[in-house]
């Protein structure tokens, strides 16, 4: 018997019950769910080489993706269940065999306050020009965060918003803003290219899915110096590392005026980690960096990147603009009751100054 979307649903359905975040299929296993961190087989049928067939030609749908797949032997892309849910899915080759990867995600764009964000990321969201970076490792939920600020420019401004995004994943509805949400691959053909062409399409806020590529991230640049505001993700642990990528990205000789470039126009980095929770609930913490003068110094070379934490963590509380260090949020977690003393150890920079601020406090 074929396996339809019928049968798509239903297991969609199952994972929702649990909270799954992720969807793992491969031929001749059972599925497995991704919940709170871990891989949980579900006690079903086993997938055949023809249900993988069947799946990989409903993901794909056309005929061009399909010879696509073929030929790579790896496609990412989203798919949409009606009144269900979006899916952001990959399919790779291995040993000969089909895999199936499927991210969850809500047809509904959640808000920060439904995220339970820190009031300061809807400041910075309207900020009218500048750069902001979600950053952190895959499946931190970079792209969730990062639709939250949209949708909160969406319901507080009248501008021109436009993404660029590898696949699309939230639909954002038209609200007080108007949204263009182009997708590489069938809108653009990349994103440098989706990135050019935006320049010439009046927008107020560009949004980049990743930044890939020294080119990207030079248009990028540009973008910000012209008054636009530009928000965009990297895979990378924290604030220096993010800084460092980027710098690294471009040639050794080409370094010095980047650094500049960056320092004049990044505005916030916001860097996020997922924590295991009290009651097996996942729980956000975040570093949020908003750039000051001293920032500035330590980007564009005049100090050492390396003090940008200590920079952060002495103007907690000092400032509007909320900058707080991962060490910082951590310890809130923890004394509000979110996480346990032992996840709160294992996540934070030095243990010892850890556990001397809570027996001062």
């Not at 691959?185 to 009046?202: I, K, N, P």
Request: aromatic residues 4%.
């Amino acid at each position: 018997m074929a396996f339809t979307v019928k049968n798509i649903a239903s297991l969609i359905t199952v994972a929702m019950q649990h909270k799954a975040s992720d969807i793992h299929i491969r031929t001749g296993e059972v599925p497995c769910l991704r919940i709170r961190g871990d891989l949980v087989p579900i006690q079903t049928k086993i997938f055949t080489p023809e249900d993988l067939k069947d799946i990989v030609q409903i993901l794909l749908s056309d005929q061009d993706s399909i010879n696509a797949f073929n030929n790579k032997h790896e496609i990412d892309g989203a798919f949409q269940i009606p009144e269900l849910c979006r899916l952001r899915f990959n399919i790779f080759s291995y040993f000969g065999n089909t895999g199936v990867v499927l991210r969850v995600i809500n047809t509904k764009v959640p808000t920060l306050a439904e995220l339970d964000m820190p009031r300061t990321l809807g400041k910075i969201a309207l900020q009218k020009r500048g750069m902001i970076l979600v950053t952190g490792a895959t499946g931190s939920g970079k792209s969730t965060t990062l639709a939250a600020m949209i949708d909160h420019i969406n319901e507080n401004r009248a501008s021109h918003i436009l993404t660029i995004e590898d696949p699309i994943e939230y639909l954002h509805p038209q609200k007080k803003s108007r949204i263009s949400q182009r997708e590489v691959g069938r809108d653009t053909e990349d994103f440098s290219s989706g990135l050019r062409a935006a320049l010439r399409q009046d927008p107020d806020v560009i949004s980049i899915g990743e930044m890939r590529d020294p080119i990207t991230a030079n248009i990028a640049l540009k973008a910000a110096e012209t008054g636009h505001v530009v928000f965009s993700t990297l895979h990378t642990t924290n604030t220096v590392t993010t800084i460092g990528r980027i710098i690294s990205m471009f040639p050794t000789h080409e370094q010095p005026e980047v650094r500049k470039r960056l320092a004049e126009n990044l505005y916030a980095i916001i860097g996020q980690r997922m924590l295991m929770g009290k009651n097996g609930r996942v729980v956000i913490a975040q570093e949020i960096m908003v750039t000051s003068a001293g920032i500035r110094d330590c980007i564009s070379g005049k100090d050492d990147l390396n003090r940008i934490p200590n920079i952060i963590s002495q103007g907690q509380g000092k400032s509007t603009n909320g900058g707080q260090t991962f060490d910082q949020h951590i310890m809130f977690l923890f004394q509000k009751g979110f996480i346990e003393k032992e996840v709160a150890l294992d996540a934070v920079s030095s243990q010892s100054d850890f556990i001397q601020k809570l027996i001062v406090d």
